[in-house]
Structure formats: C-alpha cells, structure tokens
C-alpha cells in the first residue's frame, strides 16, 4: 500500500469516528438519540402517573382539534331541549380550546367541595403537617347518613388519613369529609380552602370577617371547578404522585349517571358529582381519558329533577365525546 492509499484510508476512519461522535455527543445535532434506558425510564413514568398531564411527564405528539363551532351549535341544541336552567364548561386539553354556557353562574357546590379539601390534605402531608398513615377515631359528631355508609362503622372506629380521603372522594361520603375537617382543626388548618383557591388567585369574602370566619365556600361555579382539575391534570398545586393519586380516586367512583353515561364503558373518567337536593342543583365535572385526546368536561342542572338533570348531563357528554373522538 503506497502512502496516498493510506493517507486517505486514515482520513476516512477519522471522518467516520467524528460523525459516529457526533451522533452521540455534540449538543447542537440535529438527531439526538434516545438510549433504551431513556425509553424505559419515560415509559414507567408515563404508567406511574397515567392520570397526570402527558405533557408534564414526557414529551408526546399531540393529536390537535381546532375547530369547535359545530361542536357548541350542537351543545347550544342540548340546552334549548332541557327546560331547566343548565351550565356547560368544555376544555380540550390538548391545545386550551374551549367552550363555555353559563359557565361562570354560581350554584351551590355540594360535595364539590371534596375535590379542593383532598387537594388541601395533600399539601398539609407534603408540608408535614400530617402523615397518610397517621391514624383516626371517628367521633360522635362525624357520622353523617345524608351521603355515604362510613356512618355505619360508628363512634370510635378507626382509619388511617389516606382511607377517609379515598372513601371522601370513590364514594363522595359525608361522614369522611367531616372526619377530615376535624383534622384539619387538630393541625391548625382552620381554612384548608382558603390556601388552595388563594393559590390559583381566586378570592372569597368572610362571612364574618370582624370575627375572623372562614369565607363561604357554599357556592362555586363551573369555571372555578375546572380549574381544580386542570390544577390536578397539570400537578400545580401538589406533587406528581399526589395529584395523580387523587384523580385515580377520583376515577374510582361509582357514578356513572352523568358525564360517564356518555363515554365507553372502558374510557376512564376521573369526576366529583355534586348533589343539592334542596334547591335541585346537581352538577358533575372531571377530565375525561379519551385516546390520545384528554378532555375536561363540567356539567350542571337547577331546578329540575335528578333524572332530568342527569339526561341533559348524559346527552352532553355523549355529543362532546362523540365530536372529539371523530374529528
């Protein structure tokens, strides 16, 4: 071999190492590459918090709707064909577009108010206020039979924190969400609400402000209530895993005569139902798990009877799923 032969041959290896170095190392490559143990990593995160915003755990392709105006014509339809007064809030979370009917009247909130308390209980446990673990008697004045069986365990039972939170919200059980308003008392959280509207900048006035009471929480409106999933979806307000724990929860629950009446059996709805039999105001709002294309939806009804309530809220749901899934 003459010496140009292997001048070139020399040229040609350094060439190929730099290129495979390249590859690998340089910061500015177009193509970066993705070991398998990055892929494994991203894949046991994404099933970890499978209930938390994409986004937020890994980087996925997007599926994009742009246009909703057939969409809220068909919505404006449903509405018209119910007598009662109804609200309607619409997210896509993908891309933020949205509709909205009424969405920002109040109306009484009901056991609503449990999503915004578990999320308060998380942060008392991530501040060390409180442990899931630590344990709880019930007490006389916890028992609550208007919704809910936990009454029927008694005075003196004993749970765990992270017990009373799941039944509170699988079951929507008024017992459960005494007991946890006493410990908020025992740790010296007398407003646990406070903390989680004041963070996402919505403002309550006191009932009594001269003697330092609490605001009045009775009443809420489609919008806030949305904004407490999207706080959960996004895991703003606590960690990953605690706000992927309080939607599996929330995923758990056997009501499925509202917003889940109009989805696949096998698509996952994580939701709180609200219930005020004395002015009939009934209201369901959650995210729901569409492939590939995760929807926030908020339903309510006033002034007619659960049944009616419950129809105009099924119809909803069915026509929003049916537009996102098909389009």
């Known amino acids: 071999m003459n010496i140009s032969t292997v001048i070139k041959t020399v040229v040609a290896i350094v060439f190929l190492l730099g290129v495979f170095t390249l590859g690998f190392y340089a910061p500015h490559s177009a193509t970066q590459i993705v070991t398998p143990r990055q892929i494994i990593l991203q894949n046991n995160q994404e099933e970890k918090y499978s209930l938390i915003n994409k986004a937020v755990v890994t980087n996925i392709g997007k599926h994009f709707i742009i246009n909703f105006r057939p969409l809220?014509?068909?919505l404006e339809k449903i509405k018209a064909r119910h007598p009662q007064h109804t609200y309607l809030y619409f997210s896509y979370l993908n891309n933020g577009s949205w509709i909205g009917l009424g969405e920002r009247e109040e109306f009484t909130a009901a056991s609503t108010l449990k999503v915004p308390i578990a999320m308060a209980l998380m942060k008392a446990v991530e501040d060390g206020k409180v442990?899931?673990?630590?344990?709880?008697?019930?007490?006389?004045?916890?028992?609550?039979a208007h919704f809910g069986d936990l009454y029927k365990a008694g005075s003196d039972k004993e749970f765990t924190i992270e017990e009373l939170m799941r039944i509170m919200l699988e079951q929507s059980d008024n017992t459960a969400l005494n007991a946890l308003s006493r410990v908020?008392?025992?740790?010296?959280?007398?407003?646990?609400?406070?903390?989680?509207?004041?963070?996402?900048?919505?403002?309550?006035?006191?009932?009594?402000?001269?003697?330092?009471?609490?605001?009045?929480?009775?009443?809420?409106?489609?919008?806030?209530?949305?904004?407490?999933?999207?706080?959960?979806?996004?895991?703003?307000?606590?960690?990953?895993?605690?706000?992927?724990?309080?939607?599996?929860?929330?995923?758990?629950?056997?009501?499925?005569?509202?917003?889940?009446?109009?989805?696949?059996?096998?698509?996952?709805?994580?939701?709180?139902?609200?219930?005020?039999?004395?002015?009939?105001?009934?209201?369901?709002?959650?995210?729901?798990?569409?492939?590939?294309?995760?929807?926030?939806?908020?339903?309510?009804?006033?002034g007619g009877e659960e049944a009616k309530a419950n129809a105009f809220m099924a119809e909803a749901s069915k026509a929003v799923y049916d537009y996102v899934i098909n389009n």
């Not at 630590?134 to 006389?140: A, C, P, T």
């Not at 009775?218 to 996004?234: E, V």
């Open 72 to 74: 809220k014509a068909e």
């Open 131 to 144: 442990k899931l673990s630590d344990s709880y008697s019930l007490d006389e004045l916890d028992l609550d």
């Open 184 to 302: 908020f008392q025992r740790i010296g959280v007398e407003d646990p609400l406070g903390g989680v509207y004041g963070f996402l900048g919505w403002e309550f006035t006191p009932v009594l402000p001269e003697f330092g009471q609490a605001p009045d929480y009775s009443k809420i409106n489609l919008k806030t209530l949305s904004n407490l999933f999207i706080a959960l979806y996004d895991a703003k307000y606590v960690s990953i895993e605690h706000s992927n724990q309080i939607l599996e929860y929330l995923s758990r629950t056997p009501f499925d005569n509202q917003i889940a009446a109009g989805v696949p059996k096998d698509i996952v709805v994580s939701h709180k139902i609200g219930v005020s039999d004395n002015d009939k105001t009934f209201s369901d709002c959650g995210i729901v798990y569409a492939p590939n294309r995760n929807y926030l939806l908020c339903l309510g009804s006033n």
